[in-house]
């Protein structure tokens, strides 16, 4: 009776399990391996808004707290093929390029990158780009390194400002933002 029992397992651990594609997030190589027997789903990186591919890898498993955030998931029709086939990015999606900025402890101020960063967009996704705020502290992170809009709230909040050109949040630009209010109040006094 237990042969009959450890049969039937092993029987429905080989027939319920799934097969998945495991590789690196670009898909260049991926390799299709079964995965346990308890594992349902399949992983695969996705296109994010304004940062493009994501880094998550193929394979085995949930996206937990990432799933279509960064991660997509899929569970086979059937148990003969992957369900997470190589993705890549939209043919038709745009770059434009945007700054990252830091704070610098020394001067006690934001400093744009020296570079650029470049941000991926769909085709109907406008350019935008964000930067600190006046109200910004040192501890403030920048959305997507410079790319596409201000976190919901920090624009209220004076802790970002956004620009719609591409590169238009670089130093010069950002100081702009904190300057031109500030004029305005003092023309106002005058």
Do not use: R
């Not at 429905?12 to 299709?32: I, P, Y």
């Amino acid at each position: 009776m237990k042969v009959f029992v450890i049969l039937a397992l092993t029987i429905s651990a080989v027939w319920g399990a799934k097969k998945c594609n495991k590789g690196a997030a670009d898909g260049k190589s991926l390799t299709e391996e079964t995965c346990e027997a308890a594992m349902t789903t399949c992983t695969s990186p996705m296109f994010v808004e304004y940062t493009g591919m994501s880094s998550q890898t193929y394979g085995c498993g949930s996206c937990g707290e990432f799933k279509d955030l960064t991660c997509k998931e899929c569970t086979s029709e059937d148990d003969g093929a992957a369900c997470n086939t190589a993705v890549t990015a939209p043919t038709d999606a745009h770059k434009f390029e945007c700054f990252a900025h830091t704070y610098d402890s020394e001067t006690k101020k934001f400093k744009a990158a020296e570079k650029a960063t470049t941000c991926n967009a769909l085709k109907d996704t406008a350019v935008k780009c964000n930067s600190p705020g006046a109200s910004a502290e040192a501890a403030y992170v920048q959305a997507n390194g410079g790319c596409g809009p201000c976190a919901s709230g920090t624009i209220d909040a004076k802790t970002c400002v956004e620009c719609d050109k591409t590169g238009c949040n670089n130093s010069a630009t950002t100081f702009a933002f904190v300057l031109m209010p500030l004029l305005a109040a003092i023309f106002n006094l005058l």
